[in-house]
């Protein structure tokens, strides 16, 4: 059971380490979002805004550290 803990947490930390390298950016599904704020509060660098209701991620700021896909309660952060 812990290997395969392990497992899943190193596979999720290569997906999130390949999409910084990558430069692959994180999109907010507007659809699943319930605008919570959980993700603009988490960025440290400032690169979630509110759109009107709905938040939106400033591609440009955003370093792809993920921290915003995992406090989202409906992960609507891909
Ligand atoms: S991936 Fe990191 S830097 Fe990018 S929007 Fe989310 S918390 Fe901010
Ligand atoms: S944490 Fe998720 S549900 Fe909350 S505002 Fe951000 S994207 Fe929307």
Known sequence: MKKTFGALL???????????ISGIAFKID???CISCGECMNVCHHNAIVYDGDKPVIIQSKCV???DCVSVCPKSAIK
Not at 10 to 20: D, E, G, M, T
């Open 30 to 32: 507007e659809d699943n």
């Open 64 to 66: 792809g550290c993920g």
């Open 10 to 20: 190193l596979i999720a930390l290569i997906i999130v380490s390949c999409k910084s």
